[in-house]
């Protein structure tokens, strides 16, 4: 396995190998790895020739007030990740490469990321789809593979890709969770004992709204309602939003589909802020 | 010489160009040919196995009270110069291809989009910076080259390339000008025969500067303090702007640097805004 930390090294490399006919799978992370990037891996190492993997904690995509110091770092450990799922290259570069002084130039999805954690997280999405295009561009690959955990950020993801004629496939797989069902996210880390048997309640949620619509609710605001009054129970939760709406376009839904219908919620367990969401 | 208007088409015919290790020279252009535009073509030939132009009249970088509707077009002209310099490939795209419904993404250069023509042509930059990542992910070009009559364009491109790592070369070639020292443009068809006559005044008003500095003077305020005077002898004509800036940045500079000085302005003659700069 081989660490680039050079843009210029991986955009040189993935030239190479695209020269040589390998397929390059992608999988761009932030490290801190767990099950749901492995799952993304073994896809990714099932369905290309070269596997590389990047991470790099990109500061563009955290705001001023949010956790981009204290957001988990190990990059030991991830190698060792990587490594025994046979990656081929991880990429690693520096934030001085990847935003020189006197940077200026951002990649941004207009409507979708305003809506849902964009409402809250000003310019998070503008840093997620100016660093995925910069990746892009070093990386080269065939395909590249996301989480639907970050349901939001796929979707944006893939209106960029077909907006912008960017040659590459963009692969979404499913959310892996814990046993108890919490989602599984390198922000997980941020919570304590007690906190973490509690933030099973965001998925609880998300059952319960998967239930109403099986037993025939199709009232958007009632479920959001049942699903509040379910979090509101949990003293140490505080719902930042619950929305439902569609997963093409990110609207909010005035009565429930039967297909592609999004139901995603943000809440703060203690201090952490978790999402979630289910795709019905 | 091939003519294609399929984006997909495009983009599996690049590839295989690439593929068979061909080098790719790509020359975007709005049509309306003029020899500037075959001075890049030309230089393309040169210096690639294939050469693919681009013709698209790029509705996003044109403001809603600009002059999109009446922008000088000319299909069957334009593909028998560009048979007439060798030109593989002629990229012509739809508006809708390009501009789907429900289009959303776009690319943009901070800071050095809103001075000069970005401070009177609003999005116009961003338009541009769009539509380039557009027809780089499209003609996938080991070079592309631009004129220098674009002076911010040929700046902002450059940047955003280097920004977001785009793996495409950078040419920029000199501006093209007719024996009265007129900078040629597609614009200039809009002119009648006496404004014709009169627009050599922009290329009069820089050549003015140049002799100035070259005689001394270091003072950019009374540089163009003189092209103003000299340009308000002209009834026909009415300034936008003169500025003196570092061709790096395109900051206005507070004195002549010997290298690097970028003289531009944009004039109206009658109704017809051109422009023009040059670099000292």
Redesign the interface.
Request: hydrophobic share 30%; aromatic share 10%; charged share 25%.
């Given at each position: 396995m081989q660490i680039i930390k050079s843009?210029r090294k991986m955009?040189l490399v993935s030239?190479q190998l695209r020269?040589k006919g390998y397929s390059i799978g992608f999988v761009p992370t932030m490290g801190a790895l767990h099950e749901g990037h492995l799952s993304l891996m073994r896809k990714a190492r099932q369905e290309n020739d070269k596997v590389i993997v990047s991470i790099f904690v990109n500061p563009t995509q955290f705001g001023p007030k949010e956790d981009f110091k204290k957001y988990p770092r190990d990059f030991k450990t991830d190698a060792r990740l990587c490594l025994k799922e046979k990656v081929d290259i991880i990429f690693y570069p520096s934030i001085k490469a990847m935003y020189p002084e006197?940077?200026?130039?951002?990649?941004?999805?207009?409507?979708?990321s305003d809506v849902l954690c964009g409402k809250f997280r000003r310019g998070h999405f503008r840093g997620v789809?100016?660093v995925v295009?910069?990746l892009f561009?070093?990386v080269?690959p065939n395909i590249a593979y996301f989480g639907q955990k970050d349901a939001q950020q796929a979707v944006i993801i893939k209106?960029?890709v077909e907006?912008?004629?960017?040659?590459v496939k963009i692969k979404v797989m499913p959310t892996i969770r814990e046993k108890d069902g919490l989602a599984m996210s390198s922000r997980n880390k941020y919570l304590n004992s007690q906190e973490r048997k509690k933030a099973t309640i965001l998925y609880k949620a998300l059952r319960l709204a998967k239930n109403l619509i099986n037993q025939g609710e199709d009232n958007p605001l009632k479920i959001k309602q049942k699903m509040y009054h379910l979090l509101k129970q949990e003293k140490l939760a505080r719902v930042q939003y619950i929305e439902i709406v569609d997963l093409k376009?990110l609207r909010p839904l005035k009565k429930i589909i039967k297909k592609n219908t999004l139901i995603a919620l943000a809440v703060f367990i203690g201090k952490t802020r978790l999402i979630d969401n289910l795709v019905i």
């Open positions: 843009l955009q030239n020269n006197g940077y200026k130039t951002y990649v941004e999805v207009e409507d979708l789809t100016t295009t910069k561009n070093l080269w209106k960029m907006d912008l004629n960017i040659p376009d």
